[in-house]
């Protein structure tokens, strides 16, 4: 028996109101999609792992949970996409904010703790940081280092 769980993270999968809309926001990102939305999930590939997009009363159901009709601004979690500049900062926030669906939160700033980054809206409210952290270099596959 195993004296620990591997910590083989790799999926987020995302509860979303409309499929179709999520899938045209995360393509228009320029995200790879793989799989067919026809199968109510369809995936986008990361550095390092996948976002799946499954519709949001469905993955409660999958889940065991009701689905609060209403989802709060803050959710308790964020997801970051880490960048190797500040200059590549602005350039993923100018994108973002061509993208129809995209609400930018919290421009992007130097951070008290060294770094510079921001905030923007997927159409379901899941929150995206955009960000340079100086100590965590970001290698040729965009993967991070932490250290």
């Not at 995200?31 to 519709?55: A, M, P, V, Y």
């Not at 190797?84 to 939160?105: K, P, T, Y």
């Not at 130097?110 to 952290?133: K, M, T, V």
Request: aromatic share 12%; hydrophobic share 40%.
């Amino acid at each position: 028996m195993p004296t620990s769980l591997p910590p083989n993270f790799s999926i987020v999968t995302l509860g979303v109101a409309d499929l179709e809309r999520s899938v045209r926001f995360y393509r228009d990102l320029g995200w790879e999609q793989r799989g067919n939305t026809s199968d109510g999930i369809t995936w986008f590939k990361t550095s390092g792992t996948w976002i799946g997009l499954f519709g949001y009363d469905a993955l409660a159901e999958d889940v065991g949970v009701e689905a609060p009709p209403v989802q709060p601004a803050y959710r308790g979690c964020t997801l970051a996409l880490n960048f190797g500049s500040e200059e590549e900062v602005d350039r993923a926030f100018e994108h973002v904010r061509g993208v129809d669906g995209a609400r930018v939160v919290k421009p992007a700033t130097r951070a008290e703790w060294g770094g510079y980054s921001g905030y923007f809206a997927d159409p379901d409210g899941h929150l995206w940081e955009i960000a340079f952290a100086p100590g965590f270099a970001v290698d040729e596959h965009g993967r991070i280092e932490v250290p």
